[in-house]
Nanobody, 128 residues
Framework: QVQLVESGGGLVQAGASLRLSCAAS????????MGWFRQAPGKEREFVAT????????YYADSVKGRFTISRDHAKNTVYLQMNTLRPEDTAVYFC?????????????????????WGQGTQVTVSS
């Protein structure tokens, strides 16, 4: 099992930066594919970014490519989402997720249904 706790959200102005953290517990973290998703009020949950188990491969939604960076630190059991040049449309609750049951060294997915464990989310609000 993997337990996930997000932190780092807040209220910022457009153009600012934030770094979200997702602290994981459970040995399965070290072999998990990790993802970040977000959900704005009245909208469906959408994919943001994902990273392979060893951090060697990443994939981003077009809407955040070039602005957001996902990374992981195995020593700290933590996944990060560095968010730069934030826009009002980035306002949402951000969730991290872990997929433990997969195959392939470079496996990634943007499908929320494939992820096995989820955190409670952290609110990010970007004012214009």
């Amino acid at each position: 099992q993997v337990q996930l706790v997000e932190s780092g959200g807040g209220l910022v102005q457009a153009g600012a930066s934030l770094r979200l953290s997702c602290a994981a517990s459970g040995r399965a973290f070290h072999t998990s594919v990790m993802g970040w998703f977000r959900q704005a009020p009245g909208k469906e949950r959408e994919f943001v970014a994902t990273i392979s188990w060893n951090g060697g491969v990443t994939y981003y939604a077009d809407s955040v490519k070039g602005r957001f960076t996902i990374s992981r630190d195995h020593a700290k059991n933590t996944v990060y989402l560095q968010m730069n040049t934030l826009r009002p449309e980035d306002t949402a609750v951000y969730f991290c997720a872990a997929e433990v049951d997969y195959s392939g060294a470079n496996y990634l997915t943007d499908d929320a249904a494939k992820y096995d464990y989820w955190g409670q989310g952290t609110q990010v609000t970007v004012s214009s």
